[in-house]
């Protein structure tokens, strides 16, 4: 017979369960929305741009931020292990996805980081659920793409649907997501490459469509003065996809919005991926106000 453990194993055992991470399922706002939620404290949901799941948040951002906060990672309609969309959406349908994911977890209030398109939602869901947010960080943030005549992602949409290999558009990707430095280093690529061919939940062309839609047709500049919560605005200087003059533009229409520029190495669209450190520290300092 097995014997009872003894208290510093029940203590570890207890500590495992702790960091496992708790996942489900929800249906709100007409989608099955899936979730991960790692450690306890405030509540901080993290949202991920365009065409990808929150299993990048996994690599770098869980382990340092769940150590503070619970961390609660969703999946955004068509992609990863959400549901695929039947009909045309908008940003602002994904930062109500986000408001009803919420309700079923019985959050009422929480900080809420997004990168890239994920900042769309959140300054979206910060316009429109403005009592349900504490500290709001935007990374590589653009407020107007509607304005322009010519967006990258109407190009990274095109291509996505005429590249059965995915060759092209994952070159695409990494030429504008990744610092100069990075793509220099050809194990580093060759590793990325890898780990994003392993997605076992790949986005597939006409989901992609519809979240390149609803990005492009977004335009929030106008109503920026309308957001109430403390807002990080972070960006590289060596961005391509959303500049610093982009992130400087949608700083300047958030009342009192902090604004900070990471220089250097690794200072490209996906710093959480290739400045961890800084990026991590810099969100756990502004969340600690």
């Given at each position: 017979?097995?014997?009872?453990?003894?208290?510093?194993?029940?203590?570890?055992?207890?500590?495992?369960?702790?960091?496992?991470?708790?996942?489900?399922?929800?249906?709100?706002?007409?989608?099955?929305?899936?979730?991960?939620?790692?450690?306890?404290?405030?509540?901080?949901?993290?949202?991920?741009?365009?065409?990808?799941?929150?299993?990048l948040?996994?690599?770098h951002?869980?382990?340092?931020?769940?150590?503070?906060?619970?961390v609660?990672?969703?999946?955004?309609?068509?992609?990863?292990?959400?549901?695929?969309?039947?009909?045309?959406?908008?940003?602002?349908?994904?930062?109500?996805?986000?408001?009803?994911?919420?309700?079923?977890?019985?959050?009422?209030?929480?900080?809420?980081?997004?990168?890239?398109?994920?900042?769309?939602?959140?300054m979206?869901?910060?316009?429109?659920?403005?009592?349900?947010?504490?500290?709001?960080?935007?990374?590589?943030?653009?407020a107007?793409?509607?304005r322009s005549?010519?967006?990258?992602?109407s190009?990274?949409?095109?291509?996505?649907?005429?590249?059965?290999?995915?060759?092209?558009?994952?070159?695409?990707?990494?030429a504008?997501?990744?610092?100069?430095?990075?793509?220099?280093?050809?194990?580093?690529?060759?590793?990325?490459?890898?780990?994003?061919?392993?997605?076992p939940?790949?986005i597939?062309?006409?989901?992609?469509?519809?979240?390149?839609?609803?990005?492009?047709?977004?335009?929030?500049?106008?109503?920026?003065?309308?957001?109430?919560?403390?807002?990080l605005?972070?960006?590289?200087e060596?961005?391509?996809?959303?500049?610093?003059?982009?992130?400087?533009?949608?700083?300047?229409?958030?009342?009192?919005?902090?604004?900070?520029?990471?220089?250097?190495d690794?200072?490209?669209?996906?710093?959480?991926?290739?400045?961890?450190?800084?990026?991590?520290?810099?969100?756990?300092?502004?969340?600690?106000g």
């Amino acid at each position: 017979m097995k014997s009872a453990p003894t208290a510093p194993e029940e203590a570890a055992m207890s500590a495992n369960i702790t960091r496992r991470p708790r996942s489900g399922t929800v249906h709100t706002n007409g989608q099955d929305v899936f979730y991960e939620i790692h450690g306890d404290g405030p509540p901080l949901v993290l949202v991920m741009g365009i065409g990808y799941d929150s299993s990048l948040w996994t690599l770098h951002q869980v382990p340092a931020l769940s150590a503070r906060f619970r961390v609660v990672l969703l999946d955004n309609r068509d992609a990863g292990r959400s549901s695929r969309a039947d009909r045309p959406y908008t940003i602002a349908d994904m930062a109500d996805d986000v408001a009803g994911l919420l309700d079923a977890l019985d959050i009422d209030r929480t900080h809420l980081l997004g990168l890239s398109m994920g900042s769309m939602i959140g300054m979206e869901f910060a316009l429109r659920h403005g009592d349900r947010l504490d500290r709001l960080v935007l990374a590589g943030p653009g407020a107007a793409p509607a304005r322009s005549a010519v967006e990258p992602i109407s190009v990274w949409n095109w291509v996505k649907a005429n590249d059965p290999s995915g060759d092209v558009f994952g070159a695409q990707q990494l030429a504008w997501l990744f610092s100069s430095a990075f793509l220099r280093n050809h194990q580093a690529v060759q590793e990325t490459v890898a780990l994003l061919a392993s997605n076992p939940n790949p986005i597939d062309p006409e989901a992609y469509d519809r979240q390149a839609q609803a990005y492009l047709q977004f335009d929030a500049l106008a109503r920026l003065g309308g957001i109430e919560a403390p807002t990080l605005v972070i960006v590289g200087e060596q961005d391509l996809l959303t500049p610093p003059w982009t992130a400087r533009e949608v700083a300047k229409g958030i009342p009192g919005a902090r604004f900070e520029l990471v220089t250097g190495d690794g200072s490209s669209h996906v710093m959480p991926l290739e400045r961890p450190d800084d990026f991590n520290q810099s969100v756990m300092n502004f969340l600690a106000g």
